[in-house]
């Protein structure tokens, strides 16, 4: 999942002023730290609750891990490295990120134990954001040393070029299983813009009413999510859906993005409150919950089909992050007869949406 530009967005809102407005009352969650000792993100989790981040050992190194059946699993560095990020994971629990090496900063991909390099498009760095359950992975590539990054799908052995909407650069951060990609990209007059690439065509999303939009997630059903500038220059959280941009509102203040959706439809991501606090939201049937996190400014960047939700939060006020895993307990989660409806609906839509994609409007 779409990690440095989620990071520079979170960063961002420290400086922007919150406006009056309430949030709804939030589901209950049990949080769990996955790493006591600070200085920890957790940014992907699969079907079978494998959390995918990156957490600091020492002062002097930061390594991906993988958190999973109560233990930590450092998954090292490409040859000639010192520090690594893990940021997404597949069912399977291949796990998609980038680390340091002898040559540059390079996307990987680590499975069965073992850490492949991905590569570049020409020139000397990628970076590696998502990753499907048939191991495409997508990122971002210099094109040339020193140059423009472009978006890149992985698959095959291969690094392919996805192009741009036009302008110098590019950037992809999820993936599906029908290999529907999304991101960002510059376009001719320079706004940056959400897009989604799809049967070797890259579309434009449009806008909340402002000048740019940045598409983070998307899931089976083709739905994407993101974040937008609006008309009155905040920014917000948005899902795309059937050719239609929806705005998702705030937690009462002026700024939100939205990071991941499940097949359900369940969104994750973080907003500033009336108060001017940035904390992780739940957003379903219409309302944006804050699901807080473990007692200080908190964002979620992953959910499951269950509900399971991963992200970073502080302990208070201040201090390093830390890594979470929240997990429902007011019985949200569907019974199994249910799940087994929905599953044979997700089916039907997946197919219909195999059918129509290419009718994506631009």
């Known amino acids: 999942m779409r990690v440095r530009g989620i990071l520079a967005l979170g960063a961002m809102v420290c400086a922007l002023s919150a406006v009056a407005g309430h949030a709804a009352a939030a589901p209950v969650y049990s949080y769990t730290d996955l790493w006591d000792?600070?200085?920890?993100?957790?940014?992907g989790i699969n079907s079978a609750g494998q959390v995918?981040?990156?957490?600091?050992?020492?002062?002097?190194?930061?390594?991906?891990?993988l958190f999973g059946g109560g233990s930590v699993t450092d998954l090292g560095v490409l040859p000639g490295g010192t520090h690594s990020w893990g940021t997404a994971i597949s069912a399977s629990g291949a796990v998609v990120g980038y680390s340091t090496s002898e040559t540059g900063d390079r996307a990987f991909i680590y499975d069965a134990g073992v850490m492949t390099s991905l590569g570049t498009l020409g020139g000397g760095q990628s970076f590696g954001y998502g990753i499907n359950d048939a191991g495409q992975a997508v990122g971002h590539s210099s094109i040339a040393p020193g140059g423009a990054f472009h978006a890149f799908l992985y698959s095959g052995g291969s690094m392919a070029d996805l192009g741009t909407l036009g302008g110098a650069f590019s950037e992809a951060y999820d993936i599906n299983g029908a290999g529907q990609v999304v991101g960002r990209s510059a376009r001719a007059d320079g706004t940056v813009h959400a897009f989604v690439y799809d049967g070797g065509v890259m579309s434009d999303l449009g806008t909340l009413g402002g000048a740019y939009s940045y598409a983070?997630?998307?899931n089976a059903l083709g739905q994407v999510v993101g974040a937008s500038?609006?008309?009155?220059?905040?920014?917000?959280a948005f899902l795309y859906s059937d050719g239609v941009?929806?705005?998702?509102?705030?937690?009462?203040?002026?700024?939100?993005?939205?990071?991941d959706i499940n097949n359900l439809g369940q969104i994750v991501g973080v907003s500033s409150t009336a108060g001017g606090d940035l904390r992780a939201f739940l957003y379903g049937e219409g309302t944006m919950y804050n699901i807080g996190g473990l007692g200080g400014t908190s964002m979620a960047f992953g959910i499951n089909d269950a509900g399971y939700v991963v992200g970073t939060s502080a302990l208070g006020d201040g201090g390093d992050s830390h890594?979470?895993?929240?997990?429902?307990q007011d019985g949200a989660v569907p019974e199994?007869?249910?799940?087994?409806?929905?599953?044979?609906?997700?089916?039907?839509?997946g197919a219909a949406l195999r059918n129509r994609r290419r009718r994506l409007a631009v």
């Open 37 to 43: 000792f600070g200085g920890s993100n957790a940014f």
């Open 52 to 65: 995918v981040g990156d957490a600091r050992p020492d002062e002097n190194y930061r390594r991906a891990v």
């Open 216 to 218: 983070y997630g998307i």
């Open 229 to 236: 500038e609006t008309a009155d220059g905040s920014q917000h």
């Open 245 to 259: 941009m929806t705005d998702l509102g705030t937690l009462g203040g002026a700024y939100s993005f939205a990071a």
């Open 323 to 328: 890594a979470f895993l929240a997990i429902p």
């Open 336 to 349: 199994p007869s249910t799940w087994a409806l929905m599953l044979i609906g997700f089916g039907g839509a």
